[in-house]
């Protein structure tokens, strides 16, 4: 019967497994990095061209 877990005597087998989590979780925060930059972009651009718009929704209000 094969185990549902494999925990090895060796240790140094868990290297691989730590420096593919490092690249993945330093991928994710790059990721993450660039979307929030884009979106603030995106944001201003919006404020820029809707300014008027908003200044009057919020005389209205």
Same mark, same amino acid.
Request: proline share 5%; aromatic share 16%.
């Given at each position: $019967? $094969? /185990?549902?877990?494999?925990? /090895? %005597?060796?240790k140094?087998?868990y !290297? /691989?497994a730590v !420096?593919?989590?490092a !690249?993945f979780? !330093?991928a994710?925060?790059v990721?993450?990095?660039?979307f929030? &930059?884009?979106s &603030? &972009?995106?944001?201003?651009?919006f404020n820029?061209?809707?300014?008027? &718009?908003l %200044? %009057?929704q919020?005389?209205s209000?």
């Amino acid at each position: $019967m $094969m /185990p549902f877990l494999y925990f /090895p %005597e060796d240790k140094s087998e868990y !290297i /691989p497994a730590v !420096i593919t989590l490092a !690249i993945f979780i !330093i991928a994710a925060v790059v990721a993450l990095y660039f979307f929030l &930059k884009h979106s &603030k &972009k995106q944001e201003e651009k919006f404020n820029r061209e809707y300014q008027q &718009k908003l %200044e %009057e929704q919020n005389k209205s209000n």
